[in-house]
């Protein structure tokens, strides 16, 4: 089972085993993980599970889709080169390590 | 402020007051009392994925149980309250226990307008607003052959899109001549009858139920008012909700289509707010006062009165949104379109993309998107900057919506 760990913005690390084709988002809300929000549920519509994913990751990782970018652009902390939105990324056996940091805030 | 928050119903206006206090420092005691017997769950993805069977219980859990003991949220599940002692600071609970407050949330969301014809209790009648409902909805939906949705809200189009999903022949009864009326623009609501339609789903507008039609002990079909009788292995009943005031009537609170609070989400009783589809608040873009059932809704009024009891007392201000997902077509609607007198669409129809502008006279109300979250996206901030757009603007594909809101 491949294995996340969520940084957060002090530092402190956690790490779930996580079901490949649960989302990135899934994973942390059932892991009672602070610092995703995630009101609208994984719909896109709210902007409140962004991430950060070293851009070294990012040929294993979906593309953005149009939606994806539009909601983006509202994030509350800043948005990189290497925002995601969290419930837009299922995971999958070679996302086993994947390193997902979180922002300050999400609203 | 430190006392002890309790907070009346687990849906998710209760949870994220609950969350929101601990993430914003709040150290105080909070309790969260809910009568389901589940933990908080989401409710959106019961009438979507949750039909199509891509989900399961735990999935849609806004959190894992241990996530409320270790963020000290005292959840309980399964306990009615039946009376605010408002001297006493108290709620009484089912079992005749006390719970006391210093700051008392009433989160009791709504219930659901029961069918009011014979026959409206046989088995395989079935509503759809809990866990539950969902769970039975999608234990029979696949071994069903033929359904009938009675009301064309969001909730009866969504679980019509599910059962065509899944090859279930299909009829929509609606009482008005368009579905979602309460909701969207007739532009929206042909689009939709439309692409249902498409869908191979049957409609019956401007006509109602007027019975329940047995059959072996179950329901077998619907009787409508022109006296056609349609067969159905399950009845759905999606005729909206009533929002749950009792509670608040019985400690005597204000209620008007839902309890009564000011700007600040304050009943009349300092001690007490409401939030959430349950609370009826003056309507700030309009006249008279709005109750909205959505995850905004919720999820905002929750976060204003987190701040409030943190120190931070803002009046609610955020501009309602709402979403719907049916086949291939999201909807999104940003404002509230009633009393709209013109409209202006971009995009195209024929293509699926498109989004409608809705007007009274020169006032921009809202924006209904399908397909277009780029535009959605610029009416949530055009309208919470209180800017309107002039129908030109709307109209030329030229003209960047969204630099025109960062502006």
């Given at each position: 089972?491949?294995?996340?760990t969520?940084?957060?913005?002090?530092g402190?690390?956690?790490?779930?085993e996580?079901?490949?084709?649960k989302?990135?988002?899934?994973?942390?809300?059932?892991?009672?993980?602070d610092?995703i929000?995630?009101e609208?549920?994984?719909?896109?519509?709210?902007?409140t599970?962004?991430?950060?994913i070293?851009?070294?990751w990012a040929?294993r990782?979906?593309?953005v889709s149009?939606?994806?970018?539009?909601?983006?652009?509202?994030t509350?902390?800043?948005?990189t080169?290497?925002?995601?939105?969290s419930c837009?990324?299922?995971?999958?056996?070679?996302?086993?390590?994947?390193?997902?940091?979180?922002?300050e805030?999400?609203? | 402020?430190?006392?002890p928050?309790?907070?009346?119903?687990?849906?998710?206006a209760g949870?994220?007051t609950?969350t929101?206090?601990?993430?914003?420092g709040?150290?105080?005691?909070i309790t969260?009392l809910?009568?389901?017997e589940?933990v908080p769950?989401?409710r959106?993805?019961l009438s979507?994925?949750?039909?199509?069977?891509d989900?399961?219980?735990?999935?849609?859990?806004?959190?894992p149980r241990d996530y409320?003991?270790?963020?000290?949220?005292?959840?309980?599940?399964?306990?009615r309250?039946?009376?605010?002692?408002?001297?006493?600071h108290e709620v009484?609970?089912?079992?005749?226990?006390?719970?006391?407050?210093?700051?008392?949330?009433?989160?009791?969301?709504?219930?659901?307008?029961?069918?009011?014809?014979?026959?409206?209790g046989?088995?395989?009648v079935?509503?759809?607003?809990t866990?539950?409902?969902?769970q039975?909805l999608?234990?029979?939906?696949?071994?069903?052959?033929?359904i009938?949705?009675?009301?064309?809200?969001?909730?009866?189009?969504?679980v019509?899109?599910?059962a065509?999903?899944r090859?279930?022949?299909t009829t929509?009864?609606e009482?008005?001549?368009?579905?979602?009326?309460?909701?969207v623009?007739e532009?929206?609501?042909?689009?939709?009858?439309?692409?249902?339609?498409?869908?191979?789903?049957?409609?019956?507008?401007?006509?109602?139920?007027?019975?329940i039609v047995e059959?072996?002990?179950?329901?077998?079909?619907?009787?409508i008012?022109t006296?056609?009788?349609i067969?159905?292995?399950?009845?759905?009943?999606g005729i909206?909700?009533?929002?749950?005031?009792?509670?608040a009537?019985?400690a005597?609170?204000?209620?008007d289509?839902g309890i009564v609070?000011?700007l600040?989400l304050?009943?009349?009783?300092?001690?007490i707010?409401?939030?959430?589809?349950c609370?009826?608040?003056p309507?700030?873009?309009?006249?008279?006062?709005?109750r909205?059932e959505?995850?905004?809704?919720?999820v905002?009024h929750?976060r204003?009165?987190?701040n409030?009891l943190?120190?931070?007392?803002?009046?609610y201000q955020?501009?309602?949104w709402?979403?719907?997902?049916?086949?291939?077509?999201?909807?999104?609607m940003?404002?509230l379109?009633?009393?709209?007198?013109n409209?202006?669409?971009?995009g195209?129809?024929?293509?699926g993309?498109?989004?409608?502008?809705?007007?009274?006279?020169?006032?921009?109300?809202?924006?209904?998107?399908?397909?277009?979250?780029?535009d959605?996206m610029a009416?949530?901030?055009?309208?919470?900057?209180g800017k309107?757009?002039?129908?030109?603007?709307?109209?030329?594909p030229?003209?960047?919506?969204?630099?025109?809101?960062?502006?």
């Amino acid at each position: 089972m491949p294995s996340l760990t969520y940084v957060h913005p002090d530092g402190t690390k956690q790490s779930v085993e996580v079901p490949a084709g649960k989302r990135i988002m899934q994973a942390a809300i059932g892991a009672g993980i602070d610092g995703i929000v995630a009101e609208c549920g994984g719909q896109a519509m709210c902007a409140t599970c962004h991430v950060y994913i070293d851009s070294a990751w990012a040929d294993r990782l979906p593309p953005v889709s149009d939606e994806e970018d539009e909601m983006l652009d509202d994030t509350v902390c800043e948005r990189t080169a290497e925002s995601r939105l969290s419930c837009q990324i299922p995971v999958t056996d070679d996302l086993d390590g994947l390193i997902v940091h979180l922002p300050e805030t999400q609203v | 402020m430190s006392e002890p928050v309790v907070i009346v119903g687990a849906g998710q206006a209760g949870f994220e007051t609950a969350t929101s206090l601990r993430s914003k420092g709040y150290t105080g005691d909070i309790t969260i009392l809910g009568d389901e017997e589940n933990v908080p769950y989401q409710r959106p993805p019961l009438s979507k994925a949750y039909l199509k069977g891509d989900s399961d219980p735990e999935s849609v859990a806004l959190r894992p149980r241990d996530y409320f003991a270790s963020h000290r949220i005292d959840l309980h599940c399964s306990r009615r309250v039946t009376d605010i002692d408002r001297q006493m600071h108290e709620v009484e609970l089912d079992d005749g226990s006390r719970v006391g407050y210093g700051h008392l949330v009433l989160a009791t969301g709504t219930r659901n307008r029961a069918l009011p014809v014979p026959g409206a209790g046989l088995p395989g009648v079935q509503y759809l607003r809990t866990l539950s409902e969902a769970q039975t909805l999608a234990a029979t939906l696949p071994s069903c052959t033929s359904i009938v949705v009675i009301g064309g809200g969001f909730i009866g189009l969504e679980v019509a899109a599910a059962a065509r999903t899944r090859g279930v022949t299909t009829t929509i009864v609606e009482s008005l001549d368009r579905p979602m009326a309460r909701a969207v623009s007739e532009t929206v609501s042909k689009f939709f009858v439309d692409e249902h339609a498409r869908h191979e789903v049957q409609w019956r507008l401007n006509t109602s139920v007027t019975e329940i039609v047995e059959k072996n002990g179950r329901a077998g079909g619907v009787r409508i008012a022109t006296g056609e009788v349609i067969d159905a292995d399950i009845i759905v009943v999606g005729i909206g909700v009533m929002p749950n005031t009792e509670l608040a009537e019985r400690a005597g609170l204000a209620v008007d289509n839902g309890i009564v609070v000011d700007l600040h989400l304050l009943t009349e009783d300092p001690a007490i707010s409401a939030i959430g589809d349950c609370a009826s608040y003056p309507n700030t873009a309009g006249t008279g006062r709005l109750r909205l059932e959505s995850i905004q809704n919720a999820v905002d009024h929750a976060r204003c009165v987190a701040n409030r009891l943190v120190g931070n007392d803002l009046p609610y201000q955020s501009v309602p949104w709402f979403w719907t997902e049916q086949y291939a077509s999201k909807l999104q609607m940003a404002g509230l379109v009633t009393g709209y007198d013109n409209t202006v669409v971009r995009g195209s129809l024929e293509e699926g993309a498109f989004s409608v502008f809705c007007f009274a006279g020169d006032r921009l109300l809202g924006v209904e998107s399908v397909n277009r979250t780029r535009d959605h996206m610029a009416a949530r901030k055009l309208l919470a900057a209180g800017k309107s757009l002039s129908r030109d603007e709307c109209a030329d594909p030229a003209v960047d919506l969204k630099a025109l809101a960062s502006a």
